[in-house]
């Protein structure tokens, strides 16, 4: 794989902030949902996610910068083994056939070069090289086998009340997945292990979550908007009306003299926080005033409000 910092497209100086906002862009442009018949972009989706998982992580990210592992996360080795850049026998682990080396006679056989041996001859045995050119001709890990993506569309009050979510993985496996707290729209859950199966082990399914729009409520950050409309009557003398929220229906009291754009709360009828508190549904008053009503008129005859409501505009 590439320079992580490259496929992000971040300095190696990027904050924590600026390599998500930048993962998430591509994660968002690259997507295989958005991108159906073009397999590079699901190649490049997986690259630029498997770089987000080792800059995310401040242990990974720091060792890569010293060198300590590569761009895969696996361990680099003494005189460029595991891939470093620059080492003279970068790449050798893999096994280079013996065609063109004829002085090392066949016991190297047609699956390429024994390089412990030859370090042995180098430096006089196994044990010249400081603990062994066994560990330092160890080949790499084997690979793990391919992540596995899915979407989840989770509607919007189940999202609020982080309802567990029934997911089908790939082998016809079904688990119950818990919603995380502080749940955006497009955000991405991993499950370890529940990828494709590789020679290193199973990869990773990742589940981007897509929260279905509501009817009637509408999110703002943690809080729940709803707009409810009051007849004037209700706005006058005051009532109890019934609302929906994500947990279900209430009952909710609307104070006498109230006014179209009052906004009431209802703590605790939100979205959940990262710190696991829960925001609030804000409700507005809306008056709904017939347009045509003979009953109304004929109660309003001779009478009319004296106050100047516009007199803050002084015009």
Do not use: C
């Not at 696991?276 to 005033?289: F, I, N």
Request: aromatic share 6%.
């Amino acid at each position: 794989m590439a320079d992580p910092y490259s496929i992000l497209g971040v300095p190696r100086t990027a904050s924590e902030k600026d390599i998500k906002s930048a993962y998430r862009a591509l994660a968002k442009e690259l997507h295989p949902d958005r991108n159906a018949g073009k397999p590079n972009a699901a190649e490049r989706f997986a690259e630029v996610t498997q770089a987000y998982d080792l800059l995310s992580d401040k242990d990974k990210r720091a060792r890569f910068d010293r060198g300590e592992i590569d761009a895969e996360g696996n361990p680099t080795g003494p005189f460029g083994f595991g891939g470093g850049a620059g080492g003279g026998f970068a790449g050798a682990q893999r096994g280079y056939r013996h065609d063109g080396f004829e002085g090392f006679g066949d016991s190297a056989g047609s699956e390429g070069i024994d390089l412990g041996d030859i370090f042995e001859g180098l430096f006089g045995g196994r044990g010249g090289m400081g603990g062994g050119a066994g560990a330092g001709a160890r080949r790499r890990p084997a690979p793990r086998g391919a992540n596995v993506t899915y979407t989840l569309k989770v509607p919007f009050n189940e999202a609020a009340r982080r309802e567990p979510q029934r997911v089908t993985l790939a082998d016809g496996k079904t688990i119950d997945l818990k919603l995380p707290p502080g749940l955006v729209d497009g955000q991405q859950v991993r499950l370890g292990g529940k990828g494709e199966q590789g020679p290193g082990g199973y990869g990773d399914a990742i589940i981007t979550i897509e929260i279905t729009p509501s009817p009637y409520f509408e999110r703002d950050g943690d809080n729940i908007l709803l707009e409810v409309p009051i007849s004037l009557n209700e706005a006058v003398e005051g009532a109890k009306v019934r609302i929906p929220t994500v947990e279900g229906p209430v009952m909710m009291t609307v104070a006498p003299g109230s006014s179209s754009g009052k906004i009431l709360r209802l703590k605790g009828r939100g979205f959940t926080r990262k710190n696991g508190e829960r925001g609030d549904q804000l409700v507005t008053l809306l008056v709904d005033v017939p347009a045509e009503d003979p009953d109304l008129k004929a109660r309003l005859e001779g009478w009319s409000d004296s106050r100047d409501l516009r007199a803050r505009f002084a015009i």
